[in-house]
């Protein structure tokens, strides 16, 4: 295998590893939410529903990410634009504070944000 078959394996196994994470803690909390529900104030609900909504879009996503569903979730990507953008400045900034060990650590996250930029322009 190469590398980037090789990376792409390990990124699905991560996502699967998330997904049954999400899953369970979305089966838990909907098992509590059924046995407790009528002791529970109104406000806790609403906040253990929100979470749960919060839960099954990212299941929905990871699942979506997983198969190589090409409509990409738009706030995972947004939120890779922005922290390419975000750590560009601040590398730019702090550059002179910074250790170089973490100079190129920042340069190495760089580039593989930016390969994967590159990577959704070709879908």
């Not at 406000?43 to 979470?51: D, P, Q, S, V, Y």
């Not at 390419?84 to 590398?91: A, R, V």
């Amino acid at each position: 295998m190469n590398e980037k078959t090789d990376r792409k394996k390990e990124k699905n196994d991560n996502r699967i590893d998330n997904l049954i994470n999400v899953v369970e803690k979305r089966e838990r909390t909907e098992r509590h939410l059924e046995e407790y529900s009528d002791e529970k104030d109104d406000e806790k609900l609403e906040a253990t529903k929100r979470l749960q909504n919060i839960r099954d879009e990212e299941i929905h996503n990871l699942k979506n990410n997983i198969l190589g569903d090409e409509s990409r979730n738009e706030t995972e990507v947004d939120n890779l634009m922005r922290n390419f953008k975000l750590s560009e400045g601040y590398m730019k900034n702090n550059k002179d504070h910074m250790k170089n060990k973490d100079i190129e650590n920042l340069k190495e996250k760089q580039i593989h944000r930016k390969e994967e930029l590159d990577q959704l322009d070709t879908f």
